[in-house]
């Protein structure tokens, strides 16, 4: 089955506490992105990776990191979180990089809470 | 201004009625218009996506998009009540690969 696995679902963490959310899919699409998603602001892009090795920021890319080892995994990386950080993140992916491509396929999404 | 405006509902409505989701946007380089679905607790899901002005029909769901006005819109004809849920709209396009969504506008189709 096609998807986009993220783990965990749900995460409590403290201020200051590096935490890392991963994102795998099974399509072998090559371009995959983060989303923050927050009552009232919607979905807004973090990070996107338009292949291996190559990432760039999104909308709102301050106090997250991304890499893109493998075609398959995509992490988003929360190096010091802090309670503004809280939210419902997605990952997505996408088959092509061009621009009549688009997030065909998002993950079941992480709830963050950062204490 | 914002570059997608969206209704942000909710919206609630009788099984069966004629539901009309509208979007506005505001870049014109903006080519690709795509509506997601999601359900409570789940990622959006794609539901249509079109390119230009125009319609396009997908079993109950009909996409519209009015270039001219820079409008659009999404139809859902007998509505069920499955269908309740937040839709999206979003856009693509320009110089950059950059999907920029509307907040969504959340629907309830009441039996």
């Known amino acids: ?11 409590i963490t403290v201020t200051g506490k590096k935490l890392t959310v991963t994102c795998s899919q099974n399509m072998n699409h090559e371009y995959m992105s983060w989303y923050r998603q927050d009552p009232g602001l919607g979905l807004r892009q973090i990070y996107y990776s338009m292949n291996v090795e190559v990432t760039d920021k999104g909308d709102v890319p301050e106090g997250y990191k991304v890499s893109r080892k493998e075609k398959r995994n995509f992490p988003l990386i929360l190096e010091s979180p802090s309670p503004n950080q809280t939210s419902l993140y997605f990952c997505a992916s996408s088959p092509g990089t061009g621009q009549a491509d688009t997030e065909a396929f998002f993950g079941q999404g992480t709830r963050l809470t950062v204490v | 201004q914002k570059e997608v405006e969206q209704d942000p509902g909710p919206l609630s409505v009788p099984e069966g009625a004629i539901v009309s989701l509208n979007c506005t946007y505001s870049n014109s380089a903006f080519q690709y218009f795509m509506w997601y679905r999601q359900y409570s607790r789940k990622g959006p899901e794609l539901l249509m996506y079109t390119y230009s002005s125009g319609n396009k029909e997908d079993g109950r769901f ?28 979003a856009k693509k396009g320009g110089s950059n690969y950059k999907l920029t969504f509307g907040k969504g506008t959340l629907l309830t189709v009441n039996p």
Do not use: G, H, M, W
């Open chain 1, 1 to 11: 089955e096609a998807q986009v696995t993220q783990n965990p679902r749900y995460l």
């Open chain 2, 62 to 89: 009909t996409a519209q998009v009015d270039k001219s006005s820079k409008y659009i819109s999404l139809f859902i004809r007998d509505s069920q009540p499955s269908d309740s849920a937040t839709y999206l709209c």
